[in-house]
């Protein structure tokens, strides 16, 4: 085997531990394409917090589901369409 293919070979074994370690901790990986808008927010919300990406992403998600069990999703959207975010 040549050592470009144990090189790209150690390197999927290495991704691969990687995400079983992740997944033994229970995290589970969500990723999908934002739209020019989202990417603003986002940049703005990394720039104040400090949050990295995993951060601001589990953080996210959490706020909303408060703010769904809460009923508050119609007033943040309401707010995002009216501040065109």
């Known amino acids: ?3 470009f293919k144990k090189k790209l070979s150690a390197n999927a074994e290495k991704q691969k531990r990687f995400r079983e370690k992740q ?3 229970g995290k589970k990986l969500v990723r999908g394409y934002i739209n020019l808008q989202a990417s603003d ?3 703005e919300l990394r720039e104040k917090t400090g949050w990295t990406d ?3 992403l ?5 706020i909303t589901y408060a703010a769904y069990k809460n009923g508050q999703i119609k007033l943040l959207n309401q707010w995002l369409t009216k501040n065109n975010k």
Request: proline share 0%.
């Open 1 to 3: 085997m040549s050592d």
């Open 23 to 25: 997944k033994a901790d």
């Open 41 to 43: 927010c986002y940049e």
């Open 54 to 56: 995993s951060e601001l």
């Open 58 to 62: 589990s953080n996210s998600l959490r």
